[in-house]
């Protein structure tokens, strides 16, 4: 069902809806005193009921839709990798991630993503790309994503992380990461040129590994 026609049948239901409830209030009044012509009734609460029926329409096709296609439109192959996007996702509920463990990219830019939202990653031992723009995480959040071992590129523009925790991570980041976007932080670029310089040199390489050159860094900040 598209926006418009449920737009159109929220509105006709509400004005349908009120104007029952209005008759019904005004005839209720009337048939206080003088009950015998109670039948008078039928017709608003019939008219209150319909407007009732209509505006719910939309929402209960919504519900049926994802109960049957499920998140067919915001599934997808990209590049060979399997992909998620749930920004705009209009459900609290992001428990539907525990039936993904094989996601490689997942869009989550919404502003009810918390870091409670970001245990859930857990879950996905492959996520390679992960975007997170506008969501209300922190350094905690933050913290909770360097257990993705697989991690190569982090998006958290205009989040609520600090210098300090962007540091934090950049510092113990995963082995695969290389790429992050920070941009409404207000990170020093400061740190971010540590990070990408370190790459260059192998100054951060495991102990053990030599000083290899890491494959090439970015940000955006």
Same mark, same amino acid.
């Not at 019939?46 to 719910?56: Q, R």
């Not at 209960?60 to 749930?86: K, T």
């Given at each position: 069902?598209?926006?418009?026609?449920?737009?159109?049948?929220?509105?006709?239901?509400?004005?349908?809806?009120?104007?029952?409830?209005?008759?019904?209030?005004?005839?209720?009044?009337?048939?206080?005193?003088?009950?015998?012509? @109670? $039948?008078?009734?039928?017709?608003?609460?019939?008219?209150?009921?319909?407007?009732?029926?209509?505006?719910?329409?939309?929402?209960?096709?919504?519900?049926?839709?994802?109960?049957?296609?499920?998140?067919?439109?915001?599934?997808?192959?990209?590049?060979? $990798?399997?992909?998620?996007?749930?920004?705009?996702?209009?459900?609290?509920?992001?428990?539907?991630?525990?039936?993904?463990?094989?996601?490689?990219?997942?869009?989550?830019?919404?502003?009810?993503? +918390?870091?409670?939202?970001?245990?859930?990653?857990?879950?996905?031992?492959?996520?390679?790309?992960? +975007?997170?723009?506008?969501? $209300?995480? #922190?350094?905690?959040?933050?913290?909770?994503?360097?257990?993705?071992?697989?991690?190569?590129?982090?998006?958290?523009?205009?989040?609520?992380?600090?210098?300090?925790g962007v540091a934090a991570?950049?510092?113990?980041?995963?082995? #695969?990461?290389?790429?992050?976007?920070? #941009?409404?932080?207000?990170?020093? +670029?400061?740190?971010?040129?540590?990070?990408?310089?370190?790459?260059?040199?192998?100054?951060?390489?495991?102990?053990?590994?030599?000083?290899?050159?890491?494959?090439? @860094?970015r940000y955006v900040n």
């Amino acid at each position: 069902m598209s926006e418009q026609i449920g737009a159109v049948l929220v509105f006709v239901g509400l004005f349908l809806a009120t104007s029952g409830l209005l008759v019904f209030l005004g005839r209720s009044l009337r048939v206080l005193l003088r009950r015998t012509e @109670r $039948r008078r009734l039928l017709g608003p609460a019939a008219l209150l009921l319909a407007g009732l029926v209509i505006g719910s329409v939309p929402f209960a096709a919504q519900r049926l839709y994802f109960s049957i296609v499920g998140l067919a439109e915001r599934e997808r192959v990209v590049n060979g $990798r399997q992909s998620l996007v749930l920004t705009g996702w209009d459900r609290s509920d992001y428990s539907i991630l525990a039936k993904k463990p094989g996601l490689e990219i997942l869009e989550m830019g919404n502003a009810d993503v +918390t870091d409670a939202t970001l245990d859930l990653l857990a879950g996905l031992p492959k996520l390679r790309e992960l +975007t997170l723009n506008d969501a $209300r995480i #922190t350094d905690e959040g933050l913290h909770k994503l360097r257990e993705l071992k697989q991690l190569e590129s982090l998006r958290i523009a205009r989040t609520g992380v600090t210098p300090e925790g962007v540091a934090a991570f950049l510092a113990d980041a995963p082995p #695969t990461f290389r790429e992050i976007d920070v #941009t409404g932080n207000n990170i020093p +670029t400061s740190i971010l040129r540590k990070w990408k310089n370190a790459a260059a040199t192998g100054d951060d390489a495991p102990p053990g590994e030599g000083k290899a050159p890491a494959p090439e @860094r970015r940000y955006v900040n």
